[in-house]
């Protein structure tokens, strides 16, 4: 079999599964090849040099080599650990939520630079932010656009006319807010002055800046409601799995269910004979 160069890749760990009994399989994010599914040999044992820089959202220099059908991790370097991410139940709730939508919606070998941008610059802000959900926030609608799902909010999705501040509504089926007059006349939910300024507040604005204005427990959400909506819009459409709103709510403990596990371990057992 001819030698093939080992890749060395800057990487966001997005999460880990156990393979054997002494193996990990983490799935990496990285800027120049998307998602890439790696083995960590050995890291489940005691004394594995690997196993503190392979932690599931924490961001490292890594190098791989091509097995059989998936990568082996040959080396690894923390770079980012953002241990107060980690430290953090509300925190590591949210940044669970955005790396479960990275890994749902990228596939293998896909040079994914900005969303592999907006992904780090999102974790260096939850890390540091007292204000954990409006990070996701601001990186759901941020992560919209960038996969072409961007909400319109200067005009109106139905009739184009340019929206007003007042009455209008959110369409997340048609792709983004309507003016009061199709509002009025049926279409989409009811989109308060407030939220439709904020978001286009969050469209203009840094994530930093975002999580700075104060917003009523009702406003958000309802912001909330609309990004949710747009979400599964896009997850219906081009991202890869419409279980990622399922997968918000599973996220809400740090771990997997008892269902995902099952699915986890039928899995290994096919991969287990890959490597
Ligand atoms: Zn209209």
Known sequence: ???????????????????????????????????????????????????????????????????????????????????????????????????????????????????????????????RTSSPSVVRRWFTLRFLDQQGYQPELDECVRCRAALGPEGNGYAAADGGAVCPNCHQAGVGQRLSSPVFRLLRYMRRSSCEATTQVRVAADEAAELERHLRLSLEQALDGRLRSSSFTEALERAESYGHSAASVAADREREEQERAAV
Do not use: N
């Open 1 to 127: 079999m001819p030698r093939i160069r080992p890749i060395r890749t800057e990487a966001i760990v997005l999460r880990q599964r156990p393979l054997g009994d002494a193996d990990r399989i983490c799935v990496l994010f990285s800027p120049t090849r998307g998602r890439v599914e790696a083995v960590a040999k050995g890291v489940r044992r005691p004394l594995s040099k690997l196993a503190g820089h392979v932690e599931p959202l924490s961001r490292g220099q890594f190098g791989l080599a091509q097995g059989r059908s998936l990568h082996v991790i040959t080396d690894a370097q923390t770079l980012d650990a953002w241990p107060s991410l980690h430290d953090d139940v509300d925190r590591m709730t949210e940044a669970l939520s955005m790396a479960e939508l990275v890994d749902r919606s990228t596939d293998l070998d896909v040079a994914s630079g900005p969303l592999y941008m907006l992904l780090k610059g999102s974790l260096d802000e939850l890390a």
